[in-house]
């Protein structure tokens, strides 16, 4: 576990994982469920509260998808997306290591290779040689809705088969001091020992991976942050589809804009991103970005910090060509600039 602090501490959710098997008592469940009547709701395991039964299911469906992972001192938690072993998990979890322990809900030991990731993301994939590993449905994380349910499943703090429950609190969030932003945060409890667990919707579906909390202490306070698993996957299918990952490139240092900088230094906008420097060979050199332009779009979409920058960069390819709005101190004329993305490595 690795802590960054200022007055509050980002804490990685490092540990280990496993899970619980499925049994044919949850068919009984569900069809208690579909009846709905009070006597077969208070016959189901857990009572007949729906939001109980919910977790029940979505615990048991879920859980034996879910593995621990272990490199040396540093261990985690994953989860499998294909039937074929492979997994993904935390960037840091695995950081430095070409192999790695990972453990199955079942009991069974396996070495995994470690196939790559996005330390910047904070995602690996992982690989066992397994043909028939219990997969965790994805979800859209793209429809997220704050409010809906999210329950997490990991193993905090050496707890094996822990499920936690909560709403998503907030989607898009770039918190202070992290390199990556469009994160999804939960209250649901995220504690030493979730990373590179799933984050689930109530119908049992991923969607995201559990990978930091903001904490005092490096104990859950209710702010946890997970990667949106559309991104996640998205970079996983690349590196098992190519054997890397490819990064759109713009070439430009930034900063964030907030209200009280825009009006001490005469930003014609209280919100965006500012280009303190640029490479002169960029392709946002070519394109025409200066310096000091503050960046308010990319494509048809707002840039409100450099968070909403990095995770749009992340869903645009290298040799893509979109528009660029900026805002040019100190009058304020908006230019729009067709920019041609390179290439960056990691």
Do not use: W
Request: a negative charge; glycine letters at 12%; hydrophobic letters at 40%.
């Amino acid at each position: 576990m690795r802590a960054r602090s200022v007055r509050i501490a980002l804490v990685f959710a490092a540990g280990l994982a496993c899970g619980v098997g499925l049994d044919s008592k949850q068919d009984s469940v569900a069809t208690a469920y579909a009846q709905g009547t009070p006597a077969t709701l208070a016959a189901a395991p857990g009572g007949g509260d729906p939001t109980e039964q919910v977790v029940i299911r979505v615990a048991r469906q879920v859980s034996p998808a879910v593995v621990s992972v272990t490199n040396g001192p540093i261990s985690g938690s994953g989860f499998f997306i294909r039937r074929d072993g492979v997994l993904l998990t935390n960037f840091h979890v695995v950081q430095g290591a070409e192999r790695v322990q990972v453990g199955l809900a079942d009991g069974r030991q396996f070495t995994g290779e470690v196939l790559g990731g996005d330390p910047q993301l904070d995602m690996a994939v992982i690989r066992i040689p397994l043909r028939d590993a219990p997969v965790a449905p994805l979800g859209n994380s793209d429809e997220l809705q704050v409010g809906q349910t999210a329950i997490a499943i990991g193993n905090p703090l050496g707890l094996e088969r822990t499920v936690t429950t909560g709403i998503v609190s907030a989607i898009n969030r770039s918190p202070l001091g992290l390199q990556f932003g469009g994160l999804i945060q939960t209250d649901a409890a995220i504690n030493p020992g979730n990373s590179g667990g799933p984050l689930l919707d109530s119908q049992g579906r991923v969607i995201g991976i559990n990978t930091e909390i903001l904490s005092p202490t490096g104990a859950s306070i209710g702010v946890g942050f997970a990667i949106p698993i559309n991104l996640a996957n998205e970079l996983a299918q690349q590196l098992l589809t190519t054997g890397h990952i490819s990064y759109a490139y713009l070439g430009v240092g930034v900063a964030d804009v907030y209200p009280e900088m825009a009006r001490a230094n005469n930003i014609p906008v209280e919100h965006g991103v500012i280009i303190g420097e640029i490479d002169r060979t960029s392709p946002a050199a070519r394109a025409g970005l200066r310096l000091y332009d503050v960046i308010t779009r990319l494509g048809d979409q707002a840039v409100d910090n450099s968070g909403d920058l990095r995770r749009l960069l992340r869903e645009h390819r290298p040799g893509e060509t979109i528009p660029v709005t900026v805002v040019r101190p100190p009058d304020g004329r908006r230019a729009t600039l067709e920019v041609r993305l390179g290439e960056a490595s990691p």
